[in-house]
Structures are given as C-alpha cells and as structure tokens.
C-alpha cells in the first residue's frame, strides 16, 4: 500500500505566508509528479502545483509568484511555499502522487486533504 499524509493547514492572515508539506509511504517502487491540488466549497478540485520526479514544475496562473513547489526524492516528500495569501486561497488542499508499487502497477494515490483558511 501507497499512503499519502498532507501537513501544515491552518489559519493564515492575508499577505502572511504557510507552508504544506507532503510525504509518500508504504511498499513504494518508484515516484512520478507529485501535485497540489485545492478545493473550495462549491467548487471542483483544480491543480495548484506539481513538480515530476526530474524537477519540471507546473502551476496555476492563480498562484504564479506566490507558491513554490519543491521536492525531496529521497524522503518522498514535497513542499508548497505559500507567500502572500489571500481569501482565495482558502480550501482543501490535498496531495496526489503518482507511484508504482512494489510488484504492483502505477497508480494515483490521494491524501485526506488539510484545510487552509486566509483570513483576518
């Protein structure tokens, strides 16, 4: 089994900065794009940020110079650096990693979500 576990939610003040982390465990062969990905109430899930194994990052225009993605392919793990946040940040945001598993196939793998709240 492939386990994904999001950290570092919480409540953040507009214009102030958090930080997720994200890190992969279990029977893991191998990883490929590793992405953030947000959902507000009423709204469908959209991509934030990914980075592939080899370092290429992807990103909404919504977040272009104010997140950052990085990762640690030795500890399975990725970063979101988020600067300057406003109310529209606000959601669930959630993991999702590409991994092959020991003997197994590639496969999508989610995490239970951290929520985010930009507010005064």
């Known amino acids: 089994q492939v386990h994904v576990v999001e950290t570092g939610g919480g409540l953040v003040q507009p214009g102030k900065s958090l930080r997720l982390s994200c890190t992969a465990s279990?029977?893991?062969?191998?990883?490929?794009?590793m992405e953030w990905y947000r959902q507000a109430p009423g709204n469908l899930r959209e991509l934030v940020e990914g980075?592939?194994?080899?370092?290429?990052?992807n990103y909404a225009a919504s977040v272009q110079g104010r997140f950052t993605i990085s990762r640690d392919n030795a500890k399975k793990t990725i970063t979101l650096q988020m600067n300057t946040c406003q109310p529209e940040d606000t959601a669930v945001y959630y993991c999702?990693?590409?991994?092959?598993?020991?003997?197994?196939?590639?496969?999508?793998?989610w995490g239970q979500g951290t929520q985010v709240t930009v507010s005064s």
């Open positions: 999702k990693v590409g991994a092959k598993e020991i003997g197994g196939t590639w496969d999508d793998y």
């Open positions: 279990g029977s893991i062969e191998s990883l490929s794009a």
């Open positions: 980075i592939t194994h080899g370092g290429s990052t």
